[in-house]
Nanobody
Framework: EVQLVESGGGLVQAGGSLRLSCALSGFIFDDYAIGWFRQAPGKGREGVSRRESRDGSTDYVDRVKGRFTISRDNTENTVYLQMNSLKPEDTAVYYC????????????????????WGQGTQVTVSS
């Protein structure tokens, strides 16, 4: 059974940092991507970052470029999202998700492209 479990959320002051973890288990796929999404209260789910397993290439939405970094520890089978210079507008529930599709039908920022999801972890940034 494929499982994604997020951790590392919490309360931090503006300008601070957090590192989110997404622990992967039950994976039998050779080629997939892991995305990080977030959902603020009253808003839709927003794609934040994505990492391809086959070549390690990454994408970021403009509003987090230079502040967030997605990476993977192969020995621990965990994908991380390092978040620096956090802002109050980064406050949201953060989810990791897996895209096992052979072809990209939707933009990487669309949650429709992903077929496995974690349960989410809350990030709150105070001003």
């Amino acid at each position: 059974e494929v499982q994604l479990v997020e951790s590392g959320g919490g309360l931090v002051q503006a300008g601070g940092s957090l590192r989110l973890s997404c622990a992967l288990s039950g994976f039998i796929f050779d080629d997939y991507a892991i995305g990080w999404f977030r959902q603020a209260p009253g808003k839709g789910r927003e794609g934040v970052s994505r990492r391809e397993s086959r070549d390690g290439s990454t994408d970021y939405v403009d509003r987090v470029k230079g502040r967030f970094t997605i990476s993977r520890d192969n020995t621990e089978n965990t994908v991380y999202l390092q978040m620096n210079s956090l802002k109050p507008e980064d406050t949201a529930v953060y989810y990791c998700a897996c895209d096992t599709s052979r072809y990209r039908r939707y933009p990487w920022t669309s949650d429709r492209q992903y077929n496995y999801w974690g349960q989410g972890t809350q990030v709150t940034v105070s001003s």
